[in-house]
């Protein structure tokens, strides 16, 4: 019988390593939608529809190009509703001699397969996933024997690796610019000068609206709306939408990355998560075009050496945390944080009008920018004490870009320190001066930012002051934190006291989450 190859819905790539040096004639490519993967989390309805709209995409691009797919849709009679049973029943309707998959971004499906290893009578190969351009056994060894995993360093060897922002400086190849990061000139707040150009969105064609009124009907309970889809499903699109960022919103990507305003849900950011993460486009090769518009002086080279390093930076290195601390990572809490997570973060009905804005777009368009997810949606929840499981289950539910690998570092490390800094030196806690200083909001909110304490205070405040003082013996030892603790010290007894019982009425006013949103 022929190679039975199973490509996952995030594994859209037409050089897959699966499918590389494999006879289309002696090869069936496999691909499933399955009701396990829709439900293991109440997916936000347009993550759904991205997946399954852009793997029927794929599997007709394969057919064009002479490849047998046998194609298992979400309705189809007998479909078992998992991954293992129909790669099961695949072997048999084919007599498949072998299994041939590249290793999937979760440790809940990894799991899945070597179990399948053990059962099934054809042997079953796992191939590395070479669209990273990190191997896992290679971050394994960056890592091994080091006391602090620092993404910085991660990043040169990264850049030295690639050739990217590298030129041959005196005698041996250094930093284009002459500098690794230009991270102090990718700070500015929002201003009168930005006038961001809109990302291309991509109108839903027969296919995508099959989809979306399939997934109308089947998850109408979930969260999320489908009105505003035009996300890219094929990798033309995709490609469309990387020629517009470089060309309309990369020269200002760097200045206001950090920026954040009221009703502006694309600003300058590139919107291609949901391309690379899903496979349509390779993030190497996103890198090089954003380094050309530099070279032809189209860029200034702090917004490409901005977007490369969240790109062969961050995203790589995130991955190989998730391989790296997992299965541990699912569990961690090393902050002790066990509060239900806030219902406002399903229903965005909130007088905090950076959240309400967060959710706003999440709800609307399945997306929210990084500084949102980290220093609005993430900060409130480290600060609020809120269990990371439950902040780590919103996250995963709520993005087309998330899936466990991404998502799971990103939360549990990056900004709820869960993993007690083993990524980030120190929590990014902050009270309502960073949104302040970063947005367009704090003018606009019924609290007022100013307001520290007490009735009509932001939140933010006093919440942040009572997180220092709750985790003061794990964090006080912290040199980059230390500080802090003195300005607490120096406050006099009645302030103090004013932050706390102001901390303790916003706590007590939380409503917590119903049941059901993210689990069934
Ligand atoms: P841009 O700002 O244009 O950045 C360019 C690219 O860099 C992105 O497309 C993305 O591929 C990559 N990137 C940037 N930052 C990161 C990062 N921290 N980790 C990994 N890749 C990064 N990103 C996801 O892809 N999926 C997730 O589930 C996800 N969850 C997150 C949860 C939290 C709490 C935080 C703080 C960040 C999370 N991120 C996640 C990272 C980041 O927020 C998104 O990648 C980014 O907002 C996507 O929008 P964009 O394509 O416009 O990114
Ligand atoms: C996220 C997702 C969803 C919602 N549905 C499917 C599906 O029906 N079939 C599929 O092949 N992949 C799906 N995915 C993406 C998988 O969850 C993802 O490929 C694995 O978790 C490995 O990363
Ligand atoms: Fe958010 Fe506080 Fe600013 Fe309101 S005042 S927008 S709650 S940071």
């Not at 919103?249 to 009221?262: E, I, K, S």
Request: glycine share 6%.
């Amino acid at each position: 019988g022929p190679v039975l190859i199973p490509v996952l819905g995030d594994q859209l790539t037409h050089s897959l390593a699966s499918l590389e040096g494999c006879d289309k004639a002696d090869a069936i490519v496999l691909m499933m939608e399955v009701a396990e993967e829709t439900t293991y989390v109440r997916h936000h309805k347009a993550k759904i529809a991205l997946i399954l709209s852009a793997m029927r995409h794929f599997a007709a691009e394969l057919r064009t190009r002479g490849w047998t797919v046998d194609y298992i849709a979400l309705e189809d009679e007998g479909n078992s509703g998992s991954f293992t049973g129909e790669i099961t029943r695949a072997v048999e309707r084919h007599d498949a001699r072998e299994i041939r998959i590249v290793e999937p971004g979760e440790w809940r499906v990894l799991k899945a397969l070597q179990g399948l290893k053990g059962t099934l009578a054809v042997p079953l190969e796992i191939l590395p996933d070479d669209r990273f351009l990190c191997s896992i056994p290679e971050f394994i060894g960056w890592a091994q024997g080091r006391r602090t995993l620092r993404m910085e360093n991660f990043y040169r060897q990264m850049r030295a690796k690639t050739g990217l922002l590298m030129e041959d400086g005196a005698g041996r190849p250094g930093p284009a610019g002459g500098q690794w990061n230009y991270d102090h000139d990718n700070r500015a707040s929002p201003d009168k000068h930005m006038d961001p150009p809109p990302a291309p969105k991509f109108a839903p064609d027969d296919v995508t609206q099959e989809v979306i009124a399939m997934v109308a009907r089947r998850f109408d309970a979930h969260f999320g709306s489908l009105d505003h889809f035009g996300w890219p499903v094929t990798a033309a699109q995709a490609e469309e939408a990387l020629d517009a960022f470089v060309a309309d919103r990369l020269p200002d990507f760097g200045t206001y990355q950090d920026a954040m305003v009221t009703g502006e849900d694309d600003l300058y950011h590139s919107l291609l998560s949901t391309s690379i993460n899903l496979g349509l486009l390779d993030p190497v090769e996103c890198c090089r075009r954003a380094e050309k518009a530099w070279a032809d002086g189209k860029a200034p080279i702090n917004a490409v050496e901005g977007f490369i390093r969240q790109i062969i930076g961050w995203r790589e290195y995130i991955r190989g945390m998730y391989w790296l601390e997992m299965p541990e990572l699912a569990e961690a809490n090393a902050l002790d944080a066990h509060r239900p997570l806030p219902e406002f973060y399903w229903t965005g009905e909130t007088e905090m009008l950076c959240m309400a804005e967060a959710v706003r777009s999440t709800r609307d368009n399945a997306h929210a920018h990084h500084i949102q997810r980290l220093m609005v949606l993430g900060n409130f929840a480290l600060i609020a004490g809120v269990k990371p499981q439950e902040v780590e289950d919103w996250f995963l539910v709520v993005y087309a870009d998330a899936y466990e690998w991404v998502e799971l570092p990103n939360v549990a490390a990056m900004a709820l320190w869960a993993d007690k800094g083993r990524l980030a030196t120190k929590p990014y806690a902050s009270s309502g001066n960073y949104i302040n200083k970063m947005s367009d909001y704090c003018r606009k909110c019924s609290y007022s930012v100013s307001k520290k304490t007490g009735e009509g205070a932001c939140p933010f405040n006093p919440l942040y002051w009572d997180f220092m003082v709750r985790n003061r013996k794990l964090l006080e030892s912290n040199n980059r934190v230390a500080r802090v603790y003195t300005t607490w010290d120096r406050m006099d007894e009645d302030r103090r006291r004013e932050y706390l019982d102001s901390a303790k009425d916003v706590l007590d006013a939380l409503v917590p989450a119903s049941k059901g949103w993210a689990r069934d």
